[in-house]
């Protein structure tokens, strides 16, 4: 069994920062893509960022040039480096993770509890 709990989350003023994170434990072999989702209220849940293994990254658009994922593979952890909030940012936020439970290269997905992001005006 594999969990992902993220932290960092609460309430911050527009253009403030915050950085989350998340961490993966469990009995697994590898962790592959690692990646940030949100979903604000009425809205489906949407790519935030997106972090390969090797290191490619992929970005909502919203995002691109305020928000930085990033990933620590020794500690299995993923973080997320929020500057130039927006009100429009206030979702929940959710990791998200690919991961390989034995040597062959079936991946199962999981997700995280979510974490709660507020932008005030």
């Not at 990933?71 to 936020?93: C, G, H, I, W």
Request: hydrophobic share 30%; with cysteine.
């Amino acid at each position: 069994q594999v969990q992902l709990v993220e932290s960092g989350g609460g309430l911050v003023q527009a253009g403030g920062s915050l950085r989350l994170s998340c961490a993966a434990s469990g009995s697994f072999f590898a962790i592959n893509t690692m990646g940030w989702y949100r979903q604000a209220p009425g809205n489906q849940r949407e790519l935030v960022a997106s972090l390969t293994r090797g290191g490619s990254t992929n970005y909502g658009y919203s995002v691109k040039g305020r928000f930085t994922i990033s990933r620590d593979n020794a500690k299995n952890t993923m973080y997320l480096q929020m500057s130039s909030l927006r009100p429009e940012d206030t979702a929940v936020y959710y990791c998200n993770a690919l991961v390989r439970l034995g040597p062959d290269h079936v991946e199962y997905d999981y997700w995280g509890q979510g974490t709660h992001i507020t932008v005030s005006s």
